[in-house]
């Protein structure tokens, strides 16, 4: 390990529940010293935060976006502002490189309030209900559901493909590429879960389930379907699967629980995006950033463009705000999932 890498990596065991063997599977799949910010007070590491690369599809391409995680600080260190400096620098950092946005899993509810402050609003929302079988009809009918268990049985290209194609049914969503979705379908078999894939009578994918056993529950953390008789065969082997244990499955219904937060860290990029994909809109509006003052000013999108007044202001839209207006943008719900939080 590099001396820096090192350091996090112990941090991470000193802070989180993870055994050692989740770590170094996590570190060896994610870690690059390029993507990591490191806080040192007295020659000792302190906080530390994760700045993964990934995408945001979204107005009709993709935003450059910057996933934190495992953001910690030492116990006997905290409450002292270190971990806002720590993510004031990774967005300067951010800023510099292009990327555009920023996103996270709270790992906690109060934290909603603390990433608030620095700007991050929730976007992303997620509600699990619990299933009861139902009889499908006949012609949704599904061939067979294999259950997977290991990586090496695992058609992970072919999944992944189907899996992509029908996250982009979507408006707006967290992209996976074709490694990182490797590295979450091993970490799902690492913490005890299976795959079921459901095919039809030629053998095409029709459905995929991540099922994850919890203590009183099973959880099916995903699931994407070609239809609701796909989605009950799943379900049902997922019950079977775990026979006595109530099944809750991620689904659409309601508004949800808060799950993630966004934050826009090049706002006049995304708005020239938005602009560009709606040429009959409109929009004058001013936007404070207290943490990016480049951000600061006022904006006026109009007939498929958008123009940055020179001006800075005090006053006008919070860079959360604005980040929710934009990301859900005439009802858009953004999605995220399979992230290994």
């Known amino acids: 390990m590099s001396s820096k890498r090192d350091a996090i990596f112990r941090l991470w065991l000193e802070n989180f529940g993870d055994s050692e063997e989740f770590v170094r599977f996590y570190f060896d799949r994610k870690y690059d010293d390029r993507h990591a910010l490191l806080y040192e007070a007295g020659g000792e590491a302190t906080a530390a935060a994760l700045m993964l690369p990934y995408r945001l599809r979204w107005q009709g391409g993709s935003l450059d976006a910057a996933y934190i995680s495992g953001a910690c600080t030492r116990r006997e260190a905290r409450n002292r502002g270190i971990m806002s400096e720590l993510l004031k620098e990774g967005f300067r950092q951010m800023y510099e490189r292009g990327t555009e946005l920023t996103f996270l899993i709270p790992a906690e509810g109060w934290l909603f309030d603390y990433y608030g402050r620095m700007g991050y609003g929730t976007v992303f929302r997620q509600f699990y209900a619990a299933w009861e079988a139902t009889d499908a009809p006949a012609s949704e009918r599904v061939g067979a559901v294999t259950a997977y268990a290991g990586i090496e049985e695992t058609p992970v290209e072919e999944v992944h493909a189907y899996f992509t194609g029908q996250l982009e049914k979507r408006a707006c969503f967290v992209e996976h590429d074709r490694r990182d979705f490797q590295a979450?379908?091993?970490?799902?078999?690492?913490?005890?879960?299976?795959?079921?894939?459901?095919?039809?009578?030629?053998?095409?994918?029709?459905?995929?389930?991540?099922?994850?056993?919890?203590?009183?529950?099973?959880?099916?953390?995903?699931?994407a379907c070609d239809s609701q008789g796909v989605q009950q065969a799943l379900l049902q082997e997922t019950a079977q699967m775990w026979k006595g244990k109530k099944v809750l499955y991620r689904t659409e219904a309601g508004e949800g629980t808060p799950y993630g937060m966004a934050r826009l860290i090049r706002v006049k990029e995304v708005l020239e995006r938005l602009a560009a994909q709606h040429p009959d809109l409109c929009w004058t509006v001013k936007v404070r950033d207290d943490l990016l003052s480049e951000n600061n000013g006022t904006y006026?999108?109009?007939?498929?463009?958008?123009?940055?007044?020179?001006?800075?202001?005090?006053?006008?839209?919070?860079?959360?705000?604005?980040?929710?207006?934009?990301?859900?943008?005439q009802g858009i719900r953004p999605y995220m999932s399979l992230m290994m939080d």
Do not use: N, W
């Not at 005890?192 to 095409?204: D, I, S």
């Open 184 to 223: 979450v379908v091993e970490e799902h078999y690492l913490s005890g879960g299976k795959l079921f894939l459901a095919r039809g009578c030629q053998q095409q994918i029709q459905g995929i389930a991540f099922a994850l056993p919890e203590e009183r529950q099973v959880r099916v953390k995903e699931m």
């Open 300 to 329: 006026v999108l109009a007939h498929g463009t958008c123009v940055q007044g020179a001006e800075e202001t005090t006053e006008g839209i919070s860079i959360d705000e604005l980040t929710r207006q934009v990301l859900c943008f």
